[in-house]
């Protein structure tokens, strides 16, 4: 029986430095195709849906130097028009750490109070229907919101929480979150009227509330329209719930970790393969 031993193939420097060139050149090639694959990764991880949450809301304050009133079938309510800014614990109870958020109410069909709350909120729906649910039974005569309602409420939200953290203190300010405040209102209840006695807070209103509100969400960049819809826990529909909010959603620590180390590692291949190139130039002279 014979036997054969295998060598392996003679080569050169240049061929061996080639064929070096030539794999870290299709990986690289590779890796350029699968990012938009990694990008739709990361977006279908960021919009996963989540384990239902709990969340304690101790108190509440709010700037209440703006109101409004809300006229339309069955109501006609003067209002505080402003978000409002919660302490709040994860859980059922004041355990462990207290965080904060701002809060865009997007209910105006039931009220909350400020100062001490103690209210049980999860956020186990969905901002899918406008205001208009207002007997024990949940959503009955509720009309179900559309695509561009929803993302006008998101990004409203989302603008709304960048100028309450960023925007230095002034009548601005103030006058800017409670138009945003009145255009959510109007955005999730088009048959319904919200009218400020302050003539610059209607204009702005009317702006964000507009077909083109994107228009005036200047000032800080690209603004998400992703959000976290909060409602008391049990209540959500009922004529005796509290309101219900919607807050800016952020992806979470694992999502921010398989971005960053995902678009890490595609940088780090394609700037090896660059580095790869001046040698091959030498090694083809």
């Not at 978000?83 to 859980?91: N, S």
């Not at 009955?140 to 006008?152: R, W």
């Not at 009317?206 to 994107?214: D, E, I, L, Q, T």
Request: charged share 15%; hydrophobic share 45%.
């Amino acid at each position: 029986m014979a036997c054969f031993l295998l060598l392996p193939a003679k080569t050169d420097g240049r061929s061996s430095e080639v064929s070096r060139f030539n794999a870290i050149q299709s990986a690289s090639l590779a890796l350029k195709g699968a990012l938009p694959a990694l990008a739709f990764a990361c977006t279908m991880a960021m919009s996963a849906p989540a384990q239902s949450a709990e969340y304690f809301l101790q108190s509440a304050t709010m700037d209440k130097s703006r109101t409004a009133t809300i006229s339309g079938p069955g109501l006609n309510q003067a209002v505080y028009m402003a978000p409002l800014y919660f302490t709040a614990y994860e859980g059922t109870a004041a355990v462990g750490d207290s965080f904060n958020f701002v809060g865009f109410c997007v209910d105006i069909f039931h009220s909350i109070s400020t100062g001490v709350l103690n209210l049980k909120y999860d956020d186990e729906n969905a901002l899918e229907t406008d205001s208009k649910y207002l007997t024990s039974t949940p959503f009955v005569g509720a009309a179900p919101l559309s695509d561009q309602q929803v993302l006008q409420v998101g990004r409203l939200v989302n603008y709304g929480t960048l100028v309450y953290d960023q925007a230095p203190s002034s009548t601005s300010k103030i006058d800017t979150l409670a138009a945003l405040q009145g255009a959510i209102w109007r955005v999730i209840n088009p048959g319904y009227t919200v009218t400020s006695g302050n003539g610059a807070v209607n204009g702005l209103m009317g702006n964000f509330a507009s077909a083109n509100y994107m228009d005036y969400l200047t000032g800080y960049g690209h603004v998400n329209s992703g959000i976290t819809f909060i409602s008391e826990t049990g209540k959500y529909g009922t004529k005796s719930a509290h309101q219900s909010f919607a807050i800016a959603a952020v992806p979470e620590p694992g999502t921010w970790a398989l971005m960053i180390g995902g678009f890490g590692l595609a940088g780090a291949m394609l700037r090896r393969a660059r580095r790869m190139q001046p040698a091959l130039a030498l090694v083809r002279a």
